[in-house]
């Protein structure tokens, strides 16, 4: 592996390994063009915060990196600024990623002030609030935050406990906290720099409730100060993004014009009479909240970045550090030949690739969605599905990656110069916001269920009475061509399974196949009879849980295993396609692994076979060993970027 690729990035030039850039092209898939420009143009030279500064100059180096970055053309890359309404989701989300290179909260900070805020205005408002507040808000003139969460209600949206009260002699909403649950929580730009927050609450007109809506709501005057009615606070310093000012807002009767609703989906007429072009309120509370889901997206690669910085700082390190004599090898053996340094840090990058090709999937059908592409509610709900499952899947990888990384790297990974405990502090609350991901798991095991229940329906309609559960199964589960060649793949190893070698693509199909069907199978059983019993009913659905989570994960992995095929199907050069292949069978054997208990006990696997997992894991990880420079460089984080001092020198 020589280096004779040459990568222009901001500052000096990138030396990488011929293997490492194809890999990396591969990785970027089909939007390799745009993160390389994105790479080759963001300025990286002031890259990362000194960690030593305090709360108050964290919040204020982050919002002058933030204003630099914006001069740049990052930050609000691909929002419109209010001269037309249309919107760049792939420019949003490869901005987004390339942010994620550097200090998170500068990341979130951008997230919040042009995903949420400004996303709010764009998807909620209509032209009037598009050409009077985003110029502003992409020039960072108006900052603002996105007021949903409350103290009482954090996943529970619909229960949103604030109120927006239409006063008909004056043409106004009165914006209102009436318990102290109903207080904003946990805001980004609402502890010192915001002056705007979209509000979200329910919308009440002539004594009727008619959901929940969103308006703009002035918090502070010019001088800073709460404006009237308005009661802010400062949640202070906090487990990780020490830049983001999240604070909290309470209203007192606050009263703003009629026009100040975000009224896209639903809003109060001259007359003063509720309209909405969709009737159902339901239907109407999902249309508005399905608009947002852009920022789960973007999570879902915020983290997987994150998780990408800290492996490679690890694996870089494992790369130089020697550790104890051994024969042959006097002045000590490299951390990354010992086999257990190895299965702790290969697997982890062989699912960072897994993912990546996943968000792939992911950010193409965003872009196809929300950039004016021809699609069907079904669509709509199949995204939000993916992002749901995607973003929890990808930010416990994160957490789970950057940890052992930390560990991976001993007490030098402990030191804050280093930079992994800075990135772990940051991407902890990953986990959590854009939707807990627990919650988030349980969306997609019930979306699991009512596509279920569809594909019986549809097959009960068409007289197919004799229609097996399988046969449902595979009803269920989205026709794409990753899924068509995932399936050919799983049938080629249904006759003789245990036959099959370990390392047979066909196989990890079929155990990932297996694994999903039997498990929403006996998921929904398990569903209608706590439908029929008498009793609590709501307990006898609570007692699913954790069935519901495994289901739900074991969906998302058979999801990011298709992707990595499909993936793998479109790489030409011979040795990128044959190191790939090695670690898309480190990923699947890695899933497999991690569930061998239950392949066993539901006679998918003998115990022989159970046991050799972990030796062809071994066998993986030492193959791929010579390989593990150009796989880190693969995963798109210039060595220059990551900063970390036990790489200099």
């Known amino acids: 592996m020589t280096l004779t690729d040459t990568l222009q990035t901001d500052g000096p030039a990138e030396q990488i390994t011929t293997l490492g850039s194809r890999l990396r092209a591969a990785l970027d898939g089909p939007y390799a063009a745009e993160r390389a420009a994105a790479r080759a143009a963001f300025p990286a030279e002031n890259l990362l915060r000194d960690p030593e500064l305090s709360v108050g100059e964290s ?132 502890a010192t720099h915001g002056t705007m927050a979209a509000v979200f609450g329910q919308l009440i007109v002539d004594g009727e409730r008619h959901g929940v809506h969103t308006i703009l709501v002035p918090i502070r005057t010019d001088d800073g100060a709460d404006a ?162 995607l973003k929890a899947m990808t930010s416990w990888f ?90 050919r793949l799983a049938e080629t190893a249904r006759r003789r399974p245990e036959e099959t070698a370990l390392v047979d693509r066909g196989w990890h199909a079929l155990m990932f196949e297996e694994r999903e069907r039997h498990t929403l199978e006996a998921l929904a059983r398990r569903a209608r009879q706590a439908g029929r019993e008498d009793g609590d009913r709501f307990e006898a659905i609570n007692r699913l849980g954790g069935h519901m989570q495994f289901a739900a994960r074991a969906h998302v992995e058979r999801q990011v295993l298709a992707a990595f095929v499909e993936a793998l199907d479109a790489i030409e050069d011979p040795e990128t396609r044959d190191v790939m292949e090695r670690v898309c069978s480190l990923y699947a054997l890695g899933s497999i692994h991690g569930d061998r208990a239950w392949f066993m006990e539901h006679h998918r696997m003998s115990a022989g076979r159970a046991k050799a997992l972990g030796e062809q894991i071994d066998a993986l990880c030492r193959e791929l060993r010579p390989h593990a420079l150009p796989l880190v460089e693969g995963l798109g984080v210039p060595a220059e970027w990551l900063r970390a001092a036990i790489l200099e020198g």
């Not at 130089?320 to 024969?327: D, E, G, L, V």
């Open 398 to 487: 994160a957490n789970d990656a950057v940890q052992e990384a930390r560990e991976a790297c001993g007490g030098a990974g402990y030191m804050s110069e280093n930079r992994i405990v800075g990135i772990r502090e940051d991407v902890d609350i990953f986990a959590t916001f854009e939707g807990d991901n627990t919650v988030l798991m349980q969306l997609v095991a019930k979306g699991m269920l009512s596509g279920y229940a569809e594909a019986w329906k549809a097959l009960d309609r068409a007289g197919v009475v004799q229609a097996t559960t399988r046969a449902v199964g595979e009803a269920f589960i989205e026709r794409t061509g990753a899924t068509v060649l995932f399936e």
């Open 228 to 389: 009237t009615g308005v009661i802010t606070g400062d949640h202070g310093h906090k487990g990780g993004l020490l830049g983001v000012d999240n604070g909290t807002l309470r209203f007192d009767h606050v009263r703003v014009p009629r026009r100040m609703l975000l009224d896209r989906y639903g809003g109060v007429t001259e007359d003063g009479v509720y309209v909405s072009e969709i009737e159902n309120p339901n239907r109407r509370f999902f249309t508005m909240l399905g608009t947002l889901v852009r920022g789960r997206v973007c999570i879902a690669a915020g983290s997987g970045i994150a998780a990408r910085r800290a492996l490679s700082i690890a694996v870089r390190h494992g790369l130089r550090r020697r550790q104890f004599p051994a024969p042959g090898r006097q002045d000590g053996v490299l951390l990354l030949d010992y086999a257990t340094h190895q299965r702790r840090l290969l697997p982890r990058v062989a699912r960072a690739y897994a993912l990546g090709f996943a968000q792939n999937e992911l950010t193409g059908r965003l872009v196809h969605i929300q950039g004016g592409g021809e699609h069907t509610e079904d669509d709509q709900r199949e995204l939000e599905l993916r992002a749901a499952g």
């Open 59 to 190: 919040r204020e180096w982050v919002l002058d990196r933030l204003r630099e970055l914006q001069d740049s053309g990052f930050g609000s890359a691909g929002v419109p600024d209010g001269k037309d309404s249309v919107s760049d989701p792939l420019t949003a989300v490869v901005t987004f990623e390339t942010l994620a290179h550097g200090d998170l909260s500068v990341t979130i900070k951008s997230g919040v002030q042009f995903g949420l805020f400004g996303g709010a205005v764009m998807n909620l408002g209509t032209a009037w609030h598009h050409e009077t507040f985003l110029p502003d808000i992409t020039a960072l003139r108006l900052l603002g935050a996105f007021a949903m969460t409350e103290l009482g209600h954090g996943s529970d949206v619909a229960s949103l406990e604030t109120t927006i009260t239409y006063i008909p002699e004056t043409d106004e909403f009165e914006v209102d906290s009436p318990t102290p649950g109903a207080t904003k929580a946990y805001l980004g730009n609402a």
